[in-house]
């Protein structure tokens, strides 16, 4: 198996903290000046790996391997959410191009080809998934000519200032590749609190979400008894209350639910709300699990509207389906993860969506996760300690490797 050279993914990790360095974290919205650095750095650092490195139309970034025959893809992102953290994105790129150069040092290894990718703008500062949507094909021009941030800088703009506008965007070629690798820290803490350094995704978990709307009558707040009032806030309140109550006796092991905006009309300290509503999400990676939790919510919404003094309703305003990873490619893992931390590794669903959840759709898929400390993410003290780093760039080095010899 090739040996990874532990410091020099480290080295590397840190050089890419110092582009928009922000406490001890990064601060590097996609396409900005310091992202397009960041770019033009690791583009520089592929070509030093012997890649064939270029950014594309969408500051896209493919290195491709000179090796002959089918290949693995491995990558992640480069930008950062806002004052977040130095690892979320450019640990799975820096894993990617390390097994990409310790796999060609190695002479038993070095006929195995890795190409390394860089998707532009996971964390969704112009859209949703930009990037690895547009390397699967998944993505119009319309959208990219929508596309801007919250600051309401159009894309294209952005992509003009950085030099990159009007270049063709990269397409997959699913005959070049015999599966997709990505690395990611967890950003949970399943792995620290049970003492494990490797997770093994076994896929990427749906999200369905929905409206709560609750009409009841809007009247004055010191007038208006007790007995007689109609208050929606209090009756959504007491809905989302009910459903957090019953849902632990239904739900799969690692059901998530979030009530993300509560809203009440008018919103008033005098005046008894006529309306309230709410945006209500469910995330498990068991399409079983979530019809079971929707079908609840609609008994839960009829028992009070038959019980209360406001009507209710439920509308589901979206549902994905979870991306499953490769069996195989799982078990490339596991082998991997065995070798170098025996019984310290586990199978788990990724809680987070991921650019692999996209290249799953093209080519068979997997994703490895290591130790985030306190489970903490999206935070500048976000962190990993680097013994777990250098033992995890190790394990997934040697997961491609098994993959590509199957
Ligand atoms: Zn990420």
Known sequence: ???????????????????GAYKTGVHRPTLSEQDIAAREWFVGRMREAGLDAAIDGIANILGKSPAAGRKALAGSH????????????????????????????????????VDVAVFC?????????????????????????????????PMRDALKAAGWSGRRRHAIDPARYAAFFEAH????????STGLKIGVVTAI??????????????????????????????????????????????CGPRTVWTTGRIALDPGEKSIIPGKAEALFQLRDADPAVLDRLEAEIHTLVQRAN?????????????????????????AALDRAAEAHAPG???????????????????????????????????????????????????????????????
């Open 344 to 406: 310290k590794h586990m199978r788990m669903p990724s809680g987070a969506g991921h650019d692999a959840q996209w290249l799953a759709r093209k080519l068979p898929a997997a994703m490895m996760f290591v130790p985030s400390i306190g489970g903490i993410s999206h935070h500048w003290t976000e962190n990993t300690s680097d013994e777990d780093i250098a033992l995890g760039a190790q394990v997934f080095a040697d997961g491609i490797v098994n993959a590509l010899r199957a």
């Open 1 to 19: 198996m090739p040996d990874i050279k532990p410091e020099r993914a480290l080295s590397d990790l840190r050089t890419l903290a110092t582009f």
């Open 306 to 330: 038959s019980t209360g003094r406001c009507k209710l309703a439920v509308e589901r305003l979206s549902a994905s389906t979870p991306a499953l990873m490769d069996q195989n490619l799982q």
């Open 121 to 153: 703008d996971e964390e969704g500062h112009f859209g949703s998934f930009l990037g690895s949507r547009s390397f699967v094909g998944l993505l119009e021009e319309s959208e990219i000519d929508a596309a801007c941030n919250a600051t309401g800088r």
């Open 78 to 113: 480069l930008e950062s959410q806002n004052h977040a953290g130095w690892l979320d994105g450019p640990l799975g790129c820096v894993y990617a191009l390390e097994a990409a150069r310790a796999i060609a040092e190695d002479a038993a290894t070095s006929h195995l080809g």
């Open 205 to 250: 978990v749906a999200i369905w979400q929905y409206r709560f709307t609750v009409e009841g009558e809007q009247n004055h707040a010191g007038t208006t008894s007790m007995k007689r009032r109609r208050d929606a806030g209090l009756e959504l309140i007491r809905l989302l209350g009910t459903i957090d109550a019953r849902f632990p006796e239904i």
């Open 185 to 192: 820290i967890e950003q949970g803490d399943n792995l620290e």
